[in-house]
């Protein structure tokens, strides 16, 4: 269960001819926030949800973990188990 590395999001936005700032426009959040999500150091959802929908891919292909997140928002994982 590997997801997308960093560089092949980016790729992905640059073949949609999408940009990190165009995401963050859209969305109304800081274009640091985008980068961060694209680079494993955040997991907001609605980021996530946002750049899946740009290069039209499912969010959990890109980030294979959004399938432990809760309701709450955090990703819980557990070790040894598989859902």
Request: glycine content about 6%; proline content about 4%; charged content about 30%.
């Amino acid at each position: 269960m590997t997801g997308y590395r960093p560089a092949q999001i980016k790729a992905l936005l640059l073949l949609h001819g999408i940009s990190q700032t165009e995401i963050a426009e859209a969305i109304d959040c800081h274009i640091q926030h985008v980068s961060d999500v694209i680079n494993g150091r955040r997991s907001t959802k609605r980021i996530r949800d946002a750049i899946a929908a740009a290069v039209e891919r499912d969010t959990t292909e890109l980030w294979p973990d959004e399938r432990f997140r809760r309701p709450s928002g955090r990703i819980v994982r557990r070790a040894g188990f598989t859902l």
